[in-house]
């Protein structure tokens, strides 16, 4: 069974830097894209980006809103995805999710459909 | 970037009806439309991909179609398992992928 697990939510501080991370299981991890998206508290989802696979080149995409404060990485020898969030705001309060998106196969350039697997979610509360 | 404007932003059913969502972007995604349900305290659960496609293990009475700038998820028998909100979500390449505002589904 595919799994996906977050971890390293928890109360911080404005202003600090905090990393999330999501470790795959039953699955290759490395042949994955891995995105995370956010939901505040009352709110919607919010995607955040994502990051290719290294056989698809690895590229790196993020929502402008986020752009430049958030850095997604992976470890796929560990078969981890992290999220880093630079200069944590209060509106950073959310809970977390890191899910995989499905591939279109055979499709140049490359496409993505739906994320089809979910972590749990991590949650994140930032005080001042 | 584009915006996915969902309608109604809530409705209330009653078991049996059919019900529609619509989600618009304001620009071309081309096929590359989403749909997700989710429920209080849980993670999205993908229902329907390239706007028509039903995810597997996703029951039947949901379906989508659309293309280019408008789509639509259809319930066609509300079930009691089926009061969520759903979410479309458009994964085109060129452009930076964005989640609609959600539609949540309540009991009459």
């Known amino acids: 069974e595919v799994q996906l697990v977050e971890s390293g939510g928890g109360l911080a501080q404005a202003g600090r830097s905090l990393r999330l991370s999501c470790r795959g299981s039953g699955l290759k991890f490395g042949d994955y894209a891995m995105s995370w998206v956010r939901q505040a508290p009352g709110k919607g989802l919010e995607w955040l980006g994502f990051?290719?696979?290294?056989?698809?080149?690895?590229?790196?995409e993020y929502a402008a809103s986020v752009r430049g404060r958030l850095t997604i990485s992976r470890d796929d020898s560990n078969s981890i995805a992290y999220l880093q969030i630079n200069s944590l705001r209060s509106d950073d309060t959310a809970i977390y999710y890191c899910?995989?998106?499905?591939?279109?196969?055979?499709?140049?350039?490359?496409?993505?459909?739906?994320?089809?697997?979910w972590g749990q979610g991590t949650t994140v509360t930032v005080s001042s | 970037d584009i915006q996915l404007t969902q309608s109604p932003s809530s409705l209330s059913a009653s078991v049996g009806d059919r019900v529609t969502i619509t989600c618009r972007a304001s620009q071309s995604v081309m096929k590359y439309l989403n749909w997700y349900q989710q429920k209080p305290g849980k993670a999205p659960r993908l229902l329907i991909y390239?706007?028509?496609s039903l995810q597997s293990g996703v029951p039947s009475r949901f379906s989508g179609s659309g293309s280019g700038t408008d789509f639509t998820l259809t319930i066609s028998s509300l079930q009691p398992e089926d009061f969520a909100t759903y979410y479309c979500q458009h994964s085109y390449t060129f452009l930076t992928w964005t989640f609609g505002q959600g539609t949540k589904v309540e009991v009459k």
């Open positions: 990051i290719r696979s290294k056989i698809h080149g690895g590229a790196i």
């Open positions: 390239a706007a028509s």
């Open positions: 899910s995989i998106p499905q591939v279109e196969v055979g499709r140049n350039p490359l496409h993505y459909y739906g994320m089809d697997v």
